[in-house]
């Protein structure tokens, strides 16, 4: 995977790289309205993120303190070391209930895991139920954002999508009926699920439930027909206690759409009277980057997905440019926990300009962390070598300054003189579309040493 | 549990240390929500942003007066009702065995707990519902507060809710919506088209 | 009072006329500069890169060079940054890095922080649009970043709004990254132009004659564009600016 490549191929469609900003600066913008409302915003993102570190801090006591909870409840409690372990729990479950159709509603974590094409392989009917999700899933294609899964898709190309598969009409772009008619598909599939598999947005120790958040309340629908509901969590989604729930849900959906709070937000504290309850507690290495302390703090995440609407590089490039679950600055982050070779070009898929840190609500120092995996990528050799030979070289000469006056006056002098072709041929990636400064005659340190020999000249004459 | 994931627990368990650290510690419970000078104004101007309608009623007979106006309840056939004195019912949960059963229901009327003015949320839980989908598979959906539980944020809800036994709660602010589309905002995505909350002044009989 | 004038070394080598403005506003301010000859390059553009063996090297002669100064002033946010927020990793360990640290500042934070100088009197009769380049905003602080929710302000904009006939546009997005970014111009060119433009289309709306800034890098980035487009737009630093204007206190 190759980052700016992809970010080229991306803005070579110039038009719709421009829509693909506007649509991400215009939730950006809702999120900047719903967050001036709330006086006490910054107070809530620094207690937020002292929260999440306690937890991150005492994780192991909080797991077990929900498992316990959760059971208690009359829940069961599952855990898996890595994703294939997760799929094969999630499917054993459908097995032993003589689940084959399932509706699930959205959730990063099974996307991780890679859940959907491992259950189609195994036979089972699986159907994503957020609009979004279910529009990506016809396209055979991942989500390109982890709230606003279909950003990347044009209303024509949705139209032209439920034509092929739903039959609606032919060059109906209108979202109205599009989206009603996607419902009335949906609602065929809910009736006839046999189980529902979540996501989770919060765990709470305290008292074993855990908080679902949608605005279609798609995950309620599922959850409310099949008696069976299978959820799926990163064990970072716990938090202490049910009154830490306010800050939380406060900052996600502000963050997230720039709404005061998603339509619905479900707490479900042990299973339905007639139905049961799993909750799959999954590491695929979050106990990994819990042992980095560099990292640690990308475990605070709670899937906002304002650093993404933020970033001017993930605006400009696409989701699917990351070639990750989940994009922007923070998928860049746990990208390269999962795999630093991999995914090496994403923590340099930023100008390191910081808006994604200031935004996030849990304030995660994302750009700093950019930075340290860089750091981490040079230190472990991934880095190219050419590059890190390059940057050795340049740090051997500014050791030198007299050497470095030499090198720049030479330099300039060069750039001067050789002819523009040859100044901008096709290895100066600067000069592609932009122009260099014109080199001046003398640096600056020449021009302040002259003037100061002139004054001292001037006071000697006096 | 089965005997994998008793093993991956402990393995899960074991990769962990927990640390303690003072720069750390579990901050106290939040103190400083935002306060409005009338809570119910608030709450009804949020709502109506997110897509719902607030009406606030003095006495039930204001309350039933203002029901009979309300469009979708004339062709409605399927209704389910909590508060029979509110809105008589045509469905009933107790003689509906599965909730797939209620796929044509029109109406949902319940009582909602607690409802935040910072946000536009009712807490509505299924203690006395026997399916919970109600709230999600009707067409339109009408909460039943008392004005007396409008509270100010979240941080006062939680701490009026309790959890402490097998139960579900929801907030629910506003009707089922999606803007998957082209950030197009559309009601209805797959649950209630409609949400109403009537805020009743005089504390409804229980 | 004495500083020691800290120049990056592409301010040195490509925009001298820059330095020289700094020095002019300084003594115009009755500061006397010091350029300590040993300084080249503050390592940022190693350590961004991630190649801290390389980076760190030059954050040592930084130190050696600019240790005994009671101030040290450079007209460049992401400079000063990287001194004040990133040299830690490589001097934390030193005796006097600290004071070091707390001694750094950009311009703007200089004339406003330590000479505490209001409004200034000056002529500067032209629509300026002042772009917030990112480390001077979100590492130094110079000005509120339109993400956090607080009392708007700006040490930019305060320094130059006084000055005779000057108008400070407003953008449709006042703060957004102008794509620079270091090695990132080059290493995602397409993207780094791609901002650019967005920043020099939004200046032109605004009717911005001459963009202006901290941060000569990011400058740098957004006058090649416009030169090889060729439009009008002109492009200042803003010491260059104060100096211009004959900006001195009331
Ligand atoms: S890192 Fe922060 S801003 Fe980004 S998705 Fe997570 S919580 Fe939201």
Known sequence: MNHPQEAARFLANAKRAKWHDEALWFVRSKRDMAAADIPEWEQLRQQASQIKAHTIANLKTYLQQFEQKATDLGAHVHWARDASEHNTIVQSILRDHGARRIVKSKSMLTEECQLNPHLENAGFEITDTDLGEWIVQLRNEPPSHIVLPAIHIKKEEVGELFHQKLGTRQGSADPDYLTESARNTLRKSFLQADAAITGVNFAIAETGGIVICTNEGNADMGTGLPGLHIACMGIEKIIPRAEDLALFLRLLARSGTGQPITAYTAHHHGPRPDGQLHIVLVDNGRTEILKQEAFRNSLHCIRCGACMNTCPVYRRSGGHSYGYTIPGPIGSILASARDPKAFYTLPYASSLCGSCTDICPVNIDLHHQLLAWRSEITRQKILPLPKRLAMAALSHLMRRPRLYRLFGAISRSIGRAIPRTLLYCRFNVWGRQRELPPLPKKSFRRMFQQEAARREEKQHEK | MKKNSMKSKQSILDSITDFESAAWELPPRATFGITYDDPIAQFSKILKTVGGTAIRVPNTQALLEELATLDFLAPASNIYSAIPEFLPSTVDLAHTDTPQQLHDLDVALVRGELAVAENGAVWVTDELLRHRVVLFIAEHVILIVSVASVLQNLHEAYEQLSFGKPQYGVFISGPSKTADIEQSLVFGAQGPRTLTVFLLDEEPAA | ?250
Do not use: W
């Open chain 3, 1 to 250: 009072m004495r500083v020691g004038l800290f120049i990056p070394c592409y301010i040195d080598q490509l925009y001298p006329n820059v330095g020289i403005a700094t020095v002019r506003v300084l003594e115009r301010f009755g500061v006397d500069v010091d350029f300590p000859e040993n300084q080249t390059c503050c390592g940022q553009p190693m350590a961004n890169i991630g190649c801290d063996r390389a980076a760190a090297p030059l954050a040592e002669q930084f130190f050696a060079t600019f240790r005994h100064y009671e101030h040290v002033v450079c007209p460049s946010g992401s400079c000063t940054a990287m001194v004040r927020h990133h040299y830690q990793k490589y001097l934390g360990h030193h005796e006097g890095f600290e004071t070091l640290r707390n001694s750094v500042y950009e311009l703007c934070e200089f004339l406003t922080d330590v000479l505490h100088i209001g409004p200034l009197e000056g002529d500067f009769p032209h629509r300026v649009g002042i772009h917030q380049s990112c480390h001077g905003l979100r590492e130094l602080r110079l000005a509120e970043s339109s993400e956090r929710v607080a009392k708007p302000f700006s040490k930019p904009h305060s320094l130059l709004e006084s000055l005779r006939g000057i108008e400070l546009v407003s953008l449709s997005r006042g703060d957004e990254c102008c794509g620079f970014g270091g090695t990132f111009a080059v290493t995602q060119e397409a993207v780094s132009c791609s901002m650019g433009n967005d920043r020099i289309r939004d200046h032109e709306q605004a009717g911005t004659e001459i963009l202006t800034g901290v941060d000569m890098s990011c400058l740098m980035h957004m006058e090649g564009l416009l030169r090889r487009q060729k439009k009008p737009m002109r492009v200042m630093h803003l010491a260059e600016i104060l100096c211009q204007s004959g900006a001195h206190c009331r």
